[in-house]
């Protein structure tokens, strides 16, 4: 079956622009993930949702950063005025719905943001 | 604050060599470790998980051990090939830690002809 899907692969935008990340989870996984990884270093948390649950935000950096979800389907990451320190490759994972915190998870390719 | 640790950072054996990856982390009430193999430009791909009540998990020649009272897992792979070449994270699921894995750095491993 088809894995994780995220587009574009690879983004390069001006600073201050605004971009818009796209993550399709596993058909039937509910819960669903984005992840940050800076060159060099291990991947940062941002934000999780589960179902139709008020989404965990602990992770996002700063009110530049939202993220929405439609139902139990497509999400999106949304970085408004990027700064070059956004640079990284964004990561959307998904996993199953029934044991969400004993089902691993699975990873899409990630979208390679470069802010210049 | 959960913290995850890998050493070897950087690993290079020839092929053919068994070998064991380490990873450590400081809070031993985990509900879970999961490891994955990244490639270069690629995602991550799932390679075992271990519950927190498991000692240990095997795929093919993948065996992933857990230790959590001292905070310990290895992963071993064996008789490597130089397609196993990636880089290794483990990532450890804390319980009270809400809805994130906490990952390492990772192990770059090499393994060549």
């Known amino acids: 079956g088809a894995g994780v899907s995220q587009s574009p692969s690879n983004k390069v935008t001006e600073k201050g622009k605004d971009v818009e990340l796209r993550c399709d989870p596993i058909s039937g996984h509910t819960a669903l993930y984005w992840y940050r990884q800076r060159l060099g270093q291990g991947l940062e948390f941002l934000i999780y949702?589960?179902?139709?649950?008020?989404?965990?935000k602990s992770g996002l950096p700063s009110d530049r950063f939202s993220a929405e979800r439609t139902g139990e389907s497509v999400s999106t990451l949304t970085i408004q005025r990027t700064q070059q320190e956004d640079s990284a490759v964004y990561l959307c994972?998904?996993?199953?719905?029934?044991?969400?915190?004993?089902?691993?998870?699975?990873f899409g390719n990630g979208t390679r943001l470069t802010v210049t | 604050k959960q913290e995850v640790t890998q050493i070897p950072a950087a690993l290079s054996v020839p092929e053919g060599e068994n070998l064991v990856l380490n990873c450590s982390f400081t809070d031993s009430a985990i509900y879970n470790l999961q490891w994955f193999r990244q490639d270069p430009g690629k995602g991550l791909t799932s390679l075992l998980l271990i519950q927190s009540s498991q000692r240990e998990q095997t795929s093919g020649r993948l065996n992933a051990s857990l230790d959590k009272s001292s905070g310990r897992s290895t992963l071993y792979i064996a008789a490597s090939q130089p397609g196993d070449s990636a880089t290794y994270l483990c990532a450890v699921r804390t319980t009270g830690g809400g809805n994130k894995l906490t990952f390492g750095t990772g192990t770059q491993l090499k393994v060549e002809l």
């Open positions: 949702f589960q179902g139709n649950s008020a989404p965990d």
């Open positions: 994972a998904s996993s199953e719905t029934s044991r969400p915190y004993n089902s691993p998870l699975h």
